[in-house]
Each structure stands twice: as structure tokens, then as C-alpha cells.
């Protein structure tokens, strides 16, 4: 039984789990120290599994009981559920049903999923050539843009968000330097120098329009920008000997990473920042600090000389098995609602099309720049999240040219909030979470005043004697 006296049914999931591990029902019950009945009985899902029984399953075989406990992958139940809304399907497919077919057989979830695009991708082609006005290479360009940076986002999404090997070789750099003794700039500078003869020179933004780093092979260059600022200086220097010291490394995760040719420039130039952050930030110093200042984001900037963005970042990926930390979710998004960076070692829902529901309070950051604010919201689903947002800017901004300005969004499942400084001071019994959706297409909650568009899977409904919170109305569920 659960906490609030609900039945735990994880039969599905405790078979994969198993089958993962290659143990048979005999095996896993000696290693619980329960009988084999009783695990084939979980399974069959004819007796639920209980407390205590899941926090020995966490603890024997090292994972977060959330991660048996919570429903399984979110993240591909949240595009599954938006791909199923597609007008296509005639029939609306229940959350249940879609849950219990993600925890049976991510496998086939997935392979719906691509399915579900190779047919949007002929639909658009369909629609670009039947249309004499359309712009068809722009409807192919567009495409061939999206689909990379869509391979990238999925593997980093399977791995969690953690890179083992790029972690430990970073981190075992780091140790060779010993990067935090000094200011890190001099430490990797002196490197830069000393092993590859690459001499940093900096640049002013008329030199390098339009580039933050160039690297000059012929003169022994690597040239950054004026508009850099220190922690984006120190950290384009560890990209540089990233590429220069582990390139073999980070072409093999690329390689087996399984992308198309056209998304694996993307793939390693993500590894080698993944790289560079891990060097900058080596896992067990970092993970200790960020235990010890309680993931207060701004203390660890100035621990480690590093920005808010690239701090919020690396707490995503600390999902090593025998050291994790708390698994955040990410989102980088501009004052339009554009998300341009999403990372999650947890379970949040992000949605690959649209922007961010407009009750979350990434989106007022902006009226208050620089500002940590704080928030506890709840997904349809009845999944509570506590929130942290600020906004950053990533380069030196001039006045003719004002610098770019961001809302970085870092959040994890509310079980978790009172490790955060941030959530010191809130009786999280007693805050009522902010009801949000994934975005306007995909929510389906009513009377929403912020609501863009009905969502798609409803008839539209629209009265001319009444006017409602919003002016976009939808039948209601019949089930």
C-alpha cells in the first residue's frame, strides 16, 4: 500500500526490471527475502507490492524507488499520449491504457512513436506537394533541421541525462590538474599551451562577428570572443581540449549512439560540452558540494566559477549509479516561449511541439531579472514538481547589440524538494500545487483563463449566448 492507501500494481515493470537484471523469479525473491510465489504473483498483477517490499527493491538493486514506483518512463508516456491525440486515431485511447502499454513494452512504445513520425513526415510531404503555393525545399529543410537536434535530445533522454564514460574520464582530468587548487582559466590555459602549443587569445565581437570561438589550427590559435564572460571563457577552453584529448572517446559514444549521419556533428559537439561541464564541475566534488550547500545553485556558481545555466545543467546529469543526485529536469526557454535546451534525469513531462503552459512561473522570471523564484505545480496526470526559475544572460551584452536573456527552469519530483535550500522555508504539506498542463494542444483541463488553443484531440465548441473563462471551448470526456 502506498502512503495514501492506494494498491500498487508493478507487475510489468517488476518483469522488465527483472529480465534487465538477468535474474529469474527464484533468484529476485532470494535477494528480497521473499518467497517466489510472491514475485510471480506481483508480476501477474494479482497482489499489489508494498512499501517496505519497495524499499528493499530500491536499496538491493540500487535505483530510486520512484523510478518502479511512479509509472514508468513519463517522458515517452507524455509523447505517447500527444502522438495518440493526433486527429488520425478515431478513438480516444485512455492515460491508463497508455501507461500500462509503456510500462509492458517501452519497446513498442517507441516503435509506435516512430511510426506516428514517419506519417507526419509523409503528411507534410503530401500536403507541400499537393500545394502549388508552398515553399517545398523549405518544407524539406525544415525536416532535416528538426530531426538531428530531435536524435540528440532522445539518446541524451535514454542515458538519463548521464554520459558515464565522458563523466569519469573528465572528472579523472580534473584530478590530473588538480583544476580547483587555482583559478581554473590559468589550469586549462597552461594545458591548452603546455600539451597541444595552442595559445587563448581574445578577441574583439568586430574580429569574430557573429563567432564565440574559432580555432586556428595553422597559427596555434583558439580565439574567443570579447563577449564572453569568464565562466563562458573557461568553459569554450574546455570544450577545446575536450576535442583535442578524448576526440577517439567522444567519436565512439557518438558512433554508438545510433544517430544519422546528418545529427552526429550535433552529437559530438553536445559530448564534448557534456565533457567540458564534467571537467569543470568533476562529479564527486561537485556532487558533495551540491549536497552540502543543499543545490543552492548560486553558491555553486561561485564555488566553481561557472554560470547559473551551466550549474543547473550539470545537476541534471549526477545520475551516476553508486553516487546520484537529485534528478532535476532542465529548460531553457526565451521571452517568446521558444524551449531551445531540455534535459530531465527525472520524470518530467516536456513536449516536443509547442511551448511551455503559461501558469508555470519560468515565464514570469522576466518581469523579475536575475531573480530566483520558486513553485510547487502539478501535472494532469497528478504529478507534483518543485520549481526553480531565474533568468540568465549568456554573453556580454553592448548597446548596440543587447545580450540574449533566458529563463533557466530546474525542477524534480516534490519528494525531493526538502533536500533544496529553496524549499526551506515552505510547509510543502500545505502549498497547494499550481495546477499546469504540458502545453495548450495537449491540456485538457477546462476553464483555463491562459488557454492559446483547445487541444487538439476535442471538438472545438464555441457558444454565442455565454462567454466563458476562455474563448476556447471543448466538448467534454464522455468516458
Known amino acids: 500500500m502506498s502512503e495514501r492507501g492506494e494498491k500498487l500494481i508493478i507487475g510489468a515493470r517488476l518483469k522488465r526490471l527483472r529480465r534487465t537484471l538477468g535474474l529469474t523469479q527464484a533468484q529476485m525473491a532470494q535477494d528480497l527475502g521473499v518467497?517466489?510465489?510472491?514475485?510471480?504473483?506481483?508480476?501477474?498483477?494479482?497482489?499489489?507490492?508494498?512499501?517496505?517490499?519497495?524499499?528493499?527493491?530500491?536499496?538491493?538493486?540500487?535505483?530510486?524507488?520512484?523510478?518502479?514506483?511512479?509509472?514508468g518512463d513519463l517522458q515517452l508516456q507524455a509523447d505517447l499520449e500527444a502522438a495518440l491525440k493526433d486527429p488520425l486515431f478515431a478513438e480516444t485511447v485512455p492515460r491508463a491504457e497508455i501507461e500500462e502499454v509503456v510500462n509492458a513494452s517501452p519497446a513498442l512504445a517507441r516503435g509506435l512513436l516512430r511510426l506516428h513520425e514517419k506519417y507526419r513526415a509523409m503528411a507534410m510531404a503530401a500536403i507541400s506537394e499537393e500545394n502549388p503555393f508552398s515553399d517545398r525545399d523549405k518544407v524539406e529543410l525544415l525536416e532535416q533541421t528538426v530531426r538531428p537536434v530531435d536524435e540528440v535530445r532522445a539518446h541524451f533522454h535514454v542515458r538519463h541525462n548521464h554520459i558515464d564514460a565522458l563523466d569519469r574520464a573528465a572528472e579523472a582530468l580534473a584530478d590530473d590538474l588538480a583544476i580547483w587548487r587555482t583559478e581554473p582559466q590559468i589550469v586549462l590555459n597552461d594545458r591548452l599551451r603546455e600539451v597541444h602549443g595552442?595559445?587563448?587569445?581574445?578577441?574583439?565581437?568586430?574580429?569574430?562577428?557573429?563567432?564565440?570561438?574559432?580555432?586556428?589550427?595553422?597559427?596555434?590559435?583558439?580565439?574567443?570572443?570579447?563577449?564572453?564572460?569568464?565562466?563562458?571563457?573557461?568553459?569554450?577552453?574546455?570544450?577545446?581540449?575536450?576535442?583535442?584529448?578524448?576526440?577517439?572517446?567522444?567519436?565512439?559514444?557518438?558512433?554508438?549512439?545510433?544517430?544519422?549521419?546528418?545529427?552526429?556533428?550535433?552529437?559530438?559537439?553536445?559530448?564534448?560540452?557534456?565533457?567540458?561541464?564534467?571537467?569543470?564541475?568533476?562529479?564527486?566534488?561537485?556532487?558533495?558540494?551540491?549536497?552540502?550547500?543543499?543545490?543552492?545553485?548560486?553558491?555553486?556558481?561561485?564555488?566553481?566559477?561557472?554560470?547559473?545555466?551551466?550549474?543547473?545543467?550539470?545537476l541534471t546529469t549526477l545520475q551516476r549509479p553508486e553516487a546520484r543526485g537529485v534528478p532535476f529536469f532542465f529548460v531553457r526557454m526565451d521571452r517568446a516561449g521558444n524551449v531551445s535546451k531540455r534535459f530531465s534525469a527525472g520524470r518530467f513531462h516536456f513536449s516536443k511541439f509547442g511551448g511551455s503552459c503559461p501558469l508555470w512561473n519560468i515565464h514570469s522570471c522576466f518581469e523579475t531579472p536575475e531573480r530566483v523564484q520558486t513553485q510547487v505545480i502539478a501535472m494532469p496526470d497528478g504529478t507534483t514538481y518543485f520549481s526553480v526559475a531565474r533568468t540568465v544572460t549568456r554573453q556580454v551584452g553592448t548597446y548596440a547589440s543587447p545580450a540574449a536573456r533566458f529563463a533557466i527552469g530546474l525542477g524534480c519530483d516534490i519528494a525531493y524538494a526538502p533536500r533544496l535550500i529553496y524549499a526551506q522555508d515552505l510547509d510543502l504539506e500545505a502549498v497547494q500545487p499550481v495546477p499546469i498542463g504540458v502545453n495548450c494542444y495537449l491540456c485538457e483541463r477546462p476553464d483555463c483563463p491562459s488557454r492559446a488553443y483547445p487541444p487538439i484531440n476535442r471538438p472545438f465548441s464555441f457558444s454565442e449566448r455565454s462567454r466563458g473563462v476562455s474563448s476556447f471551448g471543448f466538448a467534454p470526456d464522455t468516458e
Open 198 to 314: 595552442y595559445r587563448v587569445r581574445i578577441l574583439p565581437q568586430d574580429v569574430m562577428p557573429g563567432q564565440l570561438r574559432l580555432l586556428d589550427p595553422h597559427r596555434k590559435h583558439l580565439n574567443l570572443s570579447e563577449r564572453l564572460d569568464q565562466p563562458g571563457r573557461r568553459f569554450q577552453i574546455a570544450v577545446q581540449l575536450a576535442r583535442l584529448e578524448y576526440d577517439d572517446l567522444i567519436a565512439a559514444e557518438a558512433a554508438a549512439a545510433g544517430v544519422s549521419d546528418a545529427a552526429l556533428p550535433l552529437a559530438r559537439a553536445s559530448f564534448a560540452n557534456y565533457f567540458a561541464a564534467a571537467l569543470l564541475m568533476p562529479y564527486r566534488r561537485f556532487l558533495r558540494a551540491a549536497e552540502g550547500a543543499r543545490y543552492d545553485v548560486e553558491l555553486l556558481c561561485q564555488r566553481f566559477g561557472t554560470s547559473f545555466e551551466q550549474v543547473a545543467h550539470r
Open 35 to 71: 518467497s517466489p510465489s510472491y514475485i510471480t504473483l506481483i508480476e501477474a498483477n494479482q497482489r499489489p507490492v508494498s512499501a517496505k517490499l519497495l524499499v528493499r527493491l530500491s536499496q538491493v538493486y540500487d535505483f530510486s524507488a520512484g523510478e518502479i514506483a511512479g509509472g
